[in-house]
């Protein structure tokens, strides 16, 4: 059974760090783009940034280039997405995804983890 699970989420303050973690198991993706995702109460999810499994080459939404970065270490079989200077706004759900593709579009990726929760505050 394939599993993504994310974890390193929180509450933390404006300006403040986080790394978030997407854990996998029961198959290895070695051609497949492994993407964060992000979704606010009300809003459709959102990419971020995926990552290309075997090459590591990477690719970010405008909105969150410069401040987050993805990485991965295939010995731990782990996607990272690196967040600093958290605003208000970064505020939602975060989701690591993977899929065969490199797209931004949520409907081409075929597994998910169940998401962890940032919070922000001013």
């Known amino acids: 059974q394939v599993q993504l699970v994310e974890s390193g989420g929180g509450l933390v303050q404006a300006g403040d760090s986080l790394r978030l973690s997407c854990a996998t198991s029961?198959?290895?993706?070695?051609?497949?783009?492994m993407g964060w995702f992000r979704q606010a109460p009300g809003t459709q999810r959102q990419f971020l940034a995926y990552?290309?499994?075997?090459?590591?080459?990477?690719y970010y939404a405008d909105s969150v280039k410069g401040r987050f970065t993805i990485s991965r270490d295939i010995a731990k079989n782990t996607v990272y997405l690196q967040m600093n200077s958290l605003k208000p706004e970064d505020t939602a759900v975060y989701y690591c995804?993977?899929?065969?593709?490199?797209?931004?579009?949520?409907?081409?990726?075929?597994?998910w983890g169940q998401g962890t929760q940032v919070t922000v505050s001013s």
């Open positions: 995804a993977a899929g065969p593709r490199p797209t931004v579009d949520a409907g081409a990726y075929d597994y």
């Open positions: 029961g198959r290895s993706f070695p051609g497949y783009y």
């Open positions: 990552i290309y499994w075997v090459y590591g080459r990477t």
